[in-house]
């Protein structure tokens, strides 16, 4: 069955300070995999996406992903934190046909000046 | 572009009674999904529409039911409300046309109180 993971609920980074969100996935096939970003209130922002090719995605707002299909994992990263950055964060999976998406329950990030 | 819009905001409802969410897809999207958030939870796929018709289920009881309108626009139904429906309601909306069915765009959601 299709599922994603989120291990972390929460965490806490100083601002500047660089910036890892785990997320490892089950799927049985080559997965679509992406990341969201919810502010409070707010809907969802597709911060990137990875279809295929290179494993390094390039996302806005300076976040980048790697695919690693051997871990099952696609991590979230930015080298320097910004207080705008305090959210929620999603990783998602997708169906190839497009018909289903799979969400993590999320890591809630703060930022401390 | 408008992008995905969502109606009403809010919506306070009290237990028993049906509540209609509604969705407008952004410009050239075919395909609406609806999903609910409990609160610190991650996003449950209730249910995809395209083509006016239900594509693909998650697994939601069949209170909740939608409907896709020929202007690719949705409504979500939900019967006989009960506490734990309470929840913000996102809508999804894709391009099969444009084949970018894999990419969605979400609206800012319906937050759904049930008394």
């Known amino acids: 069955a299709q599922s994603v993971t989120q291990p972390d609920i929460h965490i806490t980074v100083s601002e500047g300070a660089s910036l890892e969100l785990r997320c490892n996935y089950s799927?049985?096939?080559?997965?679509?995999l992406f990341w969201y970003v919810q502010s409070p209130g707010q809907g969802l922002q597709l911060l990137l996406k990875y279809f295929s090719g290179d494993t390094l995605v390039q996302g806005i707002k300076g976040f980048e992903a790697e695919f690693k299909r051997s871990q099952s994992s696609f991590n979230l990263r930015k080298p320097s934190v910004h207080w705008s950055d305090a959210a929620e964060y999603f990783c998602a999976v997708g169906t190839v046909t497009g018909n289903q998406f799979y969400f993590g329950t999320g890591t809630s990030l703060t930022v401390i000046p | 572009d408008a992008g995905v819009t969502q109606s009403p905001t809010h919506l306070i409802k009290t237990r028993g009674q049906q509540v209609t969410l509604r969705c407008s897809p952004k410009s050239g999207h075919d395909t609406v999904s609806w999903y609910q958030q409990a609160l610190g939870q991650g996003p449950q796929f209730i249910f995809q529409y395209y083509e006016e018709e239900e594509r693909q289920r998650g697994n939601f009881p069949d209170r909740f039911s939608g409907h896709q309108f020929p202007n690719y626009s949705s409504e979500l139904n939900v019967n006989a409300l009960l506490l734990g429906d309470s929840a913000l309601y996102l809508c999804?909306?894709?391009?099969?046309?444009?084949?970018?069915?894999?990419?969605?765009?979400f609206g800012p959601g319906t937050r759904l109180t049930v008394l």
């Open positions: 799927y049985g096939a080559t997965p679509y």
């Open positions: 999804a909306s894709s391009g099969r046309l444009l084949l970018t069915y894999n990419e969605q765009f």
